[in-house]
């Protein structure tokens, strides 16, 4: 059997996005940019071998690579690679590479851990509907990924802050200022996106099924997801819910989006547990 | 070999007192490097004078004991100029020579010998003191060399230890974390609770930093007005402070109240009315103004005196550890200037001068020869003889002149001019 062109690509992407997590180790510990500069190309690099690899698989299989688990994991750290590369075109928060380059690696790795089993084509997994939903529903939650991040950033910053002993993350980190506003564009940006995402995702079940919703376990999950995030924005807006309540929101909606991710296919089911299976 | 001396003063051996005497205003010091120019046993020289020290830097004409009768006269020298009795700091002056005073000049610069360690001014005080020593043309090939490896060792250190990281004083503590909490300080308001002397300081600290506004609140209210004029600010009665908080960011309290002039209760009202914008209290007041309680609001952060030392003090110890790593360096940047040094002698420089001709003659030769097979022993012996006399005639006139030393004229510029014309290479060649 050939080496398939895809996967070796996929291979030396996932390589990089492991050497990107030393970079910022790097730059973690040693502050220097050189580190941090070569963190960001590597993942810069690697997002586009990504982008390659999955260009490759829909050329030759004639479908999109999100027929199981390891491929819809593997499309999710390619957008959250897309999201991270433009937060940091957008607002230089440099020390964010440190939780993006860990969840791409972690992510990759176990795109590698868990089988790539072929799975059965699926005719109705095409047309404009079903790629938009996919599209905006992965960049939202890539984009709610980073919330999280700058989130746990956050927290640390202001443990130290508050508690009065400014350690290890004192320097290293931005204001607590330039973190909630960081985090808050990420979570407008991808609650804006799973807003289209899920609509979009209404309008293809009634194209496909003829119905906008059947009570499936993961269209349950996800607006429930959205309505806690729903629920954040407006409590921000209304009651101040700004700084560190903020921040452990972000990271208990990005739990929750994993929970819905993998973990209502596994245990629960439903039509769309092909993409996690 | 050329010697390098040093004398001075600083905070170590002399009190502030005897410091005033013998500073140098920037006239008083160029007067002084006039004077010194004229002095014949000098060659070269350079008065550095801050609030916590005086330094003389020069190099003499002379070797050996008659040093110590120029040491001897330059301290006159300053005595005089200074108007003070010799007997008054010759207790207090330090004298270091050659490799000493090398070494005292690096750290001097990379602020080791500072009395806040790591503090950033001395390095661009120390370049103004040699600026004006090369305005004068009190500097010459040696303190060019030795003040510009002053500065990028004192650079190297700054890079690569920590020691300039961490604030070391209260006000420089409060501003880096208000920083760390507010992203642009040019868009907060600072609100003062008190006009004493102490907010006063504070805040001109804050200035510098760009805030955007005060409002400075009094019990005597002319006192806030007298202060808010001062700083361009706006003056609330003392009892207004509550409503004053919902427009402010940081709030730096020191009034001589006994009791807490803003109680957790009274923040928590505030809070709500400013959507939970962060406030950040800076209480440099004893006994405290602000309820430490409010540190447990959420968005709010207190710092009380006590803190704020804490903060500094673990960032003193933590700039301790690395003037080792400091030290370490100019021991290794002494050394390289010392190589420099001896390598300005005559006799290496000569030799190196000789060593570098007989090694050019002999390569050619043997590139030529190798192809000229035809000719005789005798006239490869002939031709080798020529090139070897060529060599020797062409720098007998340069060895001439360097070996005829004295006439005043500074034999280091030439020595360092012949190294570099005939590419002999030094220790250090970066």
Same mark, same amino acid.
């Given at each position: ?14 390589? !990089? ?14 502050? @220097? ?25 829909? !050329? ?60 059965? @084509? ?27 991040? =700058?989130?746990?950033?956050? !927290? ?6 508050? =508690? ?80 560190? @309540? ?32 | ?13 002399? &009190? ?71 007997? #008054? ?110 907010? #006063? ?27 808010? #004029? ?56 004893? &006994?405290?103004?602000?309820? &430490? ?104 006139? &340069? ?32």
């Amino acid at each position: 059997m050939n080496v398939r062109i895809d996967d070796m690509l996929l291979q030396m992407a996932t390589v !990089l996005y492991f050497f990107s997590m030393a970079g910022y180790g790097g730059f973690l510990f040693s502050q @220097k940019k050189l580190y941090q500069r070569a963190g960001l190309s590597l993942i810069a690099s690697a997002v586009l071998l990504h982008f390659i690899s999955m260009a490759a698989y829909t !050329l030759s299989n004639r479908h999109v690579p999100i027929q199981n688990l390891s491929q819809s994991l593997s499309l999710s750290a390619f957008a959250l690679g897309c999201m991270f590369l433009f937060f940091q075109y957008k607002s230089d928060l440099k020390i964010l590479g440190i939780f993006a380059s860990v969840l791409l690696s972690v992510t990759m790795g176990i795109v590698w851990l868990i089988p790539d089993a072929p799975a059965e @084509k699926n005719e109705i997994f095409k047309g404009f509907w079903f790629y938009s939903h996919i599209l905006l529903i992965f960049a939202g939650e890539a984009a709610l990924a980073l919330a999280c991040g =700058t989130g746990i950033l956050y !927290l640390l910053q202001e443990k130290g802050i508050k =508690t009065k002993t400014p350690g290890f993350f004192f320097k290293r980190l931005p204001s607590l200022d330039f973190l909630d506003d960081a985090g808050y564009t990420c979570l407008t940006t991808g609650f804006a996106l799973m807003t289209i995402g899920l609509v979009t995702g209404f309008i293809y079940a009634k194209v496909i099924w003829g119905r906008f919703w059947s009570w499936d376990p993961k269209e349950i999950a996800s607006v429930g997801t959205w309505l806690i995030y729903a629920a954040l924005l407006h409590l921000r807006f209304y009651s101040g819910w700004r700084g560190r @309540k903020s921040a452990i929101m972000t990271i208990i909606g990005f739990s929750i989006i994993i929970f819905t991710f993998i973990g209502v296919n596994l245990l629960i089911g439903g039509h769309h547990d092909t993409f996690t299976k | 070999m050329p010697d390098i001396i040093l004398i001075g003063l600083n905070h170590k051996t002399a &009190p502030i007192e005897l410091r005033e005497k013998l500073s140098f205003s920037s006239e008083e010091t160029l007067s002084a490097l006039e004077g010194l120019k004229k002095d014949p046993g000098i060659k070269e020289v350079l008065v550095f004078s801050t609030c916590n020290r005086t330094e003389v830097l020069f190099i003499p004409e002379t070797m050996d004991q008659a040093q110590n009768d120029q040491t001897g006269r330059t301290i006159e020298f300053i005595a005089r100029h200074k108007n003070i009795k010799r007997s #008054e700091f010759t207790s207090a002056l330090y004298i270091h020579k050659g490799e000493d005073a090398v070494r005292h000049l690096f750290r001097v610069a990379s602020s080791l010998d500072s009395m806040m360690i790591g503090e950033p001014q001395i390095l661009g005080q120390i370049k103004q003191a040699y600026r004006v020593a090369v305005e004068t043309g009190c500097s010459g090939v040696l303190l060019n060399r030795l003040m510009h490896k002053s500065f990028s060792i004192a650079k190297k250190i700054r890079r690569e230890t920590g020691i300039g990281d961490n604030a070391v004083s209260i006000s420089y503590a409060a501003i880096e974390l208000a920083n760390k909490i507010f992203s642009d300080l040019s868009e907060k308001t600072v609100l003062l609770l008190g006009a004493g002397e102490m907010a #006063e300081l504070a805040v001109e600290h804050l200035l510098s930093n760009n805030v955007k506004d005060i409002v400075v609140a009094n019990r005597t209210f002319k006192n806030a007005v007298a202060l808010a #004029e001062k700083f361009n600010g706006q003056a609330v009665k003392f009892e207004e402070r509550e409503d004053a908080l919902v427009h402010v960011d940081i709030i730096i309290s020191s009034t001589g109240a006994a009791e807490y002039v803003l109680t957790h209760d009274q923040v928590r009202r505030v809070m709500k009315k400013r959507h939970h914008q962060t406030l950040f209290f800076i209480d440099i007041a004893v &006994p405290r103004d602000i309820d &430490p309680k409010i540190n447990s609001i959420s968005n709010a952060y207190v710092y009380d005196i006590d803190d704020l030392k804490n903060i500094v003090e673990s960032n003193i110890e933590q700039r301790e550890k690395e003037t080792v790593k400091a030290e370490r360096m100019i021991d290794e940047a002494v050394l390289k200037f010392q190589k420099w040094l001896e390598s300005l002698a005559i006799v290496p420089t000569i030799k190196a001068l000789n060593d570098k001709m007989t090694a050019i003659v002999e390569m050619e030769c043997k590139k030529t020869l190798s192809s000229l097979k035809h000719l005789t022993k005798e006239d490869m012996e002939a031709i080798q003889r020529m090139t070897q006399a060529i060599a020797s005639r062409t720098i007998h006139d &340069p060895i001439r002149f360097l070996r005829n030393t004295g006439d005043h004229r500074d034999d280091s510029l030439y020595l360092n001019v012949t190294r570099q014309l005939f590419n002999l290479g030094g220790p250090d060649d970066e």
